[in-house]
């Protein structure tokens, strides 16, 4: 089993930054790929970042491409998610994911345990 807590959201104005931190627990944090996603009122929860184990492969939704950066710190058992240039539809609910394996995946149903969430709200 693992254990995964985020924290760092907030409210931010448009075009300010917020970074996300996922505290994992439990089994060993290292053999796990990484996942964030997130999900706004009334829409589907939807793929934002990944990365493998080894911080090598790393992918991130088209809508957040050169403004999120996704990382992690093995020794902390922790993954980040540094969010710049946001945008008020950036609002949402993050989750942080996990799931064994070292292949990067995009879709809910391959990640294995989930946060509780952590509201992002962008205000215009």
């Known amino acids: 089993q693992v254990q995964l807590v985020e924290s760092g959201g907030g409210l931010v104005q448009a075009g300010g930054s917020l970074r996300l931190s996922c505290a994992a627990s439990?089994?060993?944090?290292?053999?796990?790929?990484m996942g964030w996603f997130r999900q706004a009122p009334g829409k589907e929860r939807e793929f934002v970042a990944a990365i493998s184990w080894t911080g090598a492969t790393i992918r991130y939704a088209d809508s957040v491409k050169g403004r999120f950066t996704i990382s992690r710190d093995n020794a902390k058992n922790t993954v980040y998610l540094q969010m710049n240039s946001l945008k008020p539809e950036d609002t949402a609910v993050y989750y942080c994911a996990a799931r064994q394996g070292a292949t990067i995946a995009v879709v809910t149903t391959l990640y294995d345990y989930w946060g509780q969430g952590t509201q992002v709200t962008v205000s215009s």
């Open positions: 439990g089994r060993t944090f290292s053999i796990y790929t």
